[in-house]
């Protein structure tokens, strides 16, 4: 996998980087990091990919997921950012 940043060395050794594009994520908040944490439990438990971060969590649209998360306390809107997801225990491990 390519992440923003990395970068392709060419044979002439000419660099060719890696630019991640701007996508539309949902951005999950709430008033404090108690609720945070167990947003952040209901996420992994579904094995989503998420950038989780002190004040809020991104998250690809999914409008169920979406719903859960409002029924647990949180906001949720729209933002147009890159996504930078936390990579899981099994990721890139053939599971």
Partial sequence: HLHDGDALVLEDQRLITVVADKEIL????VPNVA?????AWHIGNRHLEAQIEPTRILL???AII???LRQLGATVREVKEKFHPEHGAYHGHGH
């Fill in 26 to 29: 949902m951005e999950v908040t």
């Fill in 35 to 39: 609720d945070l944490s167990k947003l």
């Fill in 60 to 62: 690809k649209r999914d």
């Fill in 66 to 68: 979406s719903t859960m």
